[in-house]
Structures are given as structure tokens and as C-alpha cells.
């Protein structure tokens, strides 16, 4: 069975910086995307970033929701299964539990953007960023 693991959250003070890490610890399978998502009590699930490769897998687009636009990047290894996010000039807003999803099939646009083309999710990490 597929298990993703997130790592690398914590608590920060605005402005300052965390990576997050996600990689695949059980089961073998081949991801087209990789994505990340936060949530926060008593809201949906939010669409952070994402990552898509190619038939090659090699890079093929990054997607990112207009919150975190020049302050996230994502990046990962398709080979590895694995996926990062910078996390630069935190705000308190960015304060949630972030998810990472793996997608076995190829989102295209903004599809890749939705919860619901992902096949595989972490636990989740705590991102805390005090004020």
C-alpha cells in the first residue's frame, strides 16, 4: 500500500522560511503529478501547488494558487516519488496542516488543481506562522 510522508513542518514567525518534504515510504507506484494542499479547521481542503512531469519524467509545469505565488516553489524528483515546497516570506494566513498528494494519471491545467485528481495523500504536517 502507498504511503506518503510529510516532513519539515513547524512552528516560524512571519517572514521567515520552511521546506517541507514529501516522499513515498511503502508501495510502489508511478506518479504524473505531485502536489501539495493545506487545510485549516473548519475550512475545505485548499489547493497549494503542484508539479507535474512529463512521459519522460522530466519536468513538464508548476502550478501555484495566486496566495503563495513568488513566495512558494515546488519541486520534486519523478523517479523518487518525491516532492518539496519552499516555503518563503511566511504569513500567519499560511498557518494549516499541509498535505502532499501524488496523482497517477496526467492532470492537465486545472485539473491539476483539484483534490479530487489525486490518488494517494500524507498524514499531513503542521505549518505554524505566529505574527
Known amino acids: 500500500q502507498v504511503q506518503l510522508v510529510e516532513s519539515g513542518g513547524g512552528l516560524v514567525q512571519a517572514g521567515d522560511s520552511l521546506r517541507l518534504s514529501c516522499a513515498a515510504s511503502a508501495g510502489a507506484f508511478s506518479s504524473n503529478a505531485m502536489g501539495w494542499f493545506r487545510q485549516v479547521p473548519g475550512k475545505e481542503r485548499e489547493f497549494v501547488a503542484a508539479i507535474r512531469w512529463s512521459g519522460l519524467r522530466t519536468y513538464y509545469a508548476a502550478y501555484y494558487a495566486d496566495s503563495v505565488k513568488g513566495r512558494f516553489t515546488i519541486s520534486g524528483d519523478n523517479a523518487e516519488n518525491t516532492v518539496y515546497l519552499q516555503m518563503n516570506s511566511l504569513k500567519p494566513e499560511d498557518t494549516a496542516v499541509y498535505y502532499c498528494?501524488?496523482?497517477?494519471?496526467?492532470?492537465?491545467?486545472?485539473?491539476?488543481?483539484?483534490?479530487?485528481?489525486?490518488?494517494?495523500w500524507g498524514q499531513g504536517t503542521q505549518v505554524t506562522v505566529s505574527s
Open positions: 498528494a501524488a496523482d497517477t494519471d496526467y492532470c492537465s491545467g486545472v485539473g491539476c488543481y483539484q483534490s479530487n485528481e489525486y490518488d494517494y
